[in-house]
């Protein structure tokens, strides 16, 4: 079946602007979660979602982080007045069952900011 | 929080030997342990998982070991091939299901 897909792959855009990043987890997946890579380090957790609410938005760095999950499938992490040191690669997960299930991983969002 | 550290960060070894990597957490409560092996490029694909009621898990070339009164949990990668070239990751959850990953272990395989 069709596995966890984000889009776009790549996304280049100057300081201060606003971006947008989707991700289209495993259907029927009620667990997703965002991670940041930076080059030369593990994923790091953002946020997670249940359904459609956020039940753990700990990891996201600052205020102008926000995701939503409107409808308990695809979720959108927006970035306001982005900043040179957001650039790295934005992960989606999606599992069955959160905690103790496999996390599967989408392909990534490159974002460079300039 | 949870603390996951990694070691070592480069590991290189001759075709056919085999290679260790180890990793140690901080809270233990944590009681699901993953590795993902991603190539360059490409997503994170979990490669074994262990709970923490299992010391050692075995799938083919590839174990998992785990140490819970030392919190720490090893990658065994045995007849190692060259495909097998790639940063591996572990990770530690607990039922809290916000994943901490190690910082990676880069992995060459020399033919």
Known sequence: GAGVSQTPSNKVTEKGKYVELRCDPISGHTALYWYRQSLGQGPEFLIYFQGTGAADDSGLPNDRFFAVRPEGSVSTLKIQRTERGDSAVYLCASSSNPGLNEQFFGPGTRLTVL | ?111
């Not at chain 2, 990694?6 to 809270?27: M, R």
């Not at chain 2, 360059?40 to 785990?66: C, F, H, Y």
């Not at chain 2, 607990?94 to 992995?107: E, N």
Request: net charge neutral; glycine share 6%.
């Open chain 2, 1 to 111: 929080g949870e603390n996951v550290e990694q070691h070592p960060s480069t590991l290189s070894v001759q075709e056919g030997d085999s290679a260790v990597i180890k990793c140690t957490y901080s809270d233990s409560a944590s009681n699901y342990f993953p590795w993902y092996k991603q190539e360059l490029g490409k997503r994170p694909q979990l490669i074994i998982d262990i709970r923490s009621n299992v010391g050692e898990k075995k799938d083919q070339r590839i174990a998992v070991t785990l140490n819970k009164t030392a919190k720490h949990f090893s990658l065994h990668i045995t007849e190692t091939q060259p495909e097998d070239s790639a940063v591996y990751f572990c990770a530690a959850s607990t039922q809290h299901p916000d994943m901490r990953f190690g910082a990676g272990t880069r992995l060459t395989v020399k033919p």
